[in-house]
Nanobody, 123 residues
Framework: QVQLVESGGGLVQAGGSLRLSCAAS????????MGWFRQAPGKEREFVAA????????AYAGSVKGRFTISRDGAKNTVYLQMNSLKPEDTALYYC????????????????WGQGTQVTVSS
C-alpha cells in the first residue's frame, strides 16, 4: 500500500514562494511518474505539474509554467513543487498523486492521492 504525505503549505503574500513536499511510503515501482494537482473552493481539481521518476522529465499546466518547478528525489521517494511568484489565484489545496499511465493532466490517470496541503496567497 502506498501512502503519500504532503507538506510545506502555508500563508504567503503575493509574489512570495513556497516549497511543497510529497513523501511516499512504499515506492510505487509500477508508476513512471508523480503529479501535483490543486483544488480551490467551488472548483474542480486541476493539474499543476508532473515528473517522471526515471529521468526527471516534467510537464506543467500553462498557468504555472515559468513560476513552478517540480522535481524528485528517488533516494528519498519524495517529490517537490517549488512555487515562485505566487498569485492569489494559486490559493488551493494541493495534492500529490501517483501516475499510472495516460495523459498527465487527467486526474483519472492517477492513483493513491495524499490528503493535501493548503496554500493561501494573500493579495
Amino acid at each position: 500500500q502506498v501512502q503519500l504525505v504532503e507538506s510545506g503549505g502555508g500563508l504567503v503574500q503575493a509574489g512570495g514562494s513556497l516549497r511543497l513536499s510529497c513523501a511516499a511510503s512504499g515506492r510505487p515501482f509500477s508508476s513512471a511518474a508523480m503529479g501535483w494537482f490543486r483544488q480551490a473552493p467551488g472548483k474542480e481539481r486541476e493539474f499543476v505539474a508532473a515528473v517522471t521518476w526515471i529521468d526527471g522529465g516534467t510537464a506543467y499546466a500553462g498557468s504555472v509554467k515559468g513560476r513552478f518547478t517540480i522535481s524528485r528525489d528517488g533516494a528519498k521517494n519524495t517529490v517537490y513543487l517549488q512555487m515562485n511568484s505566487l498569485k492569489p489565484e494559486d490559493t488551493a489545496l494541493y495534492y500529490c498523486a501517483v501516475h499510472f499511465g495516460g495523459l498527465f493532466a487527467l486526474a483519472r490517470n492517477y492513483k493513491y492521492w495524499g490528503q493535501g496541503t493548503q496554500v493561501t496567497v494573500s493579495s
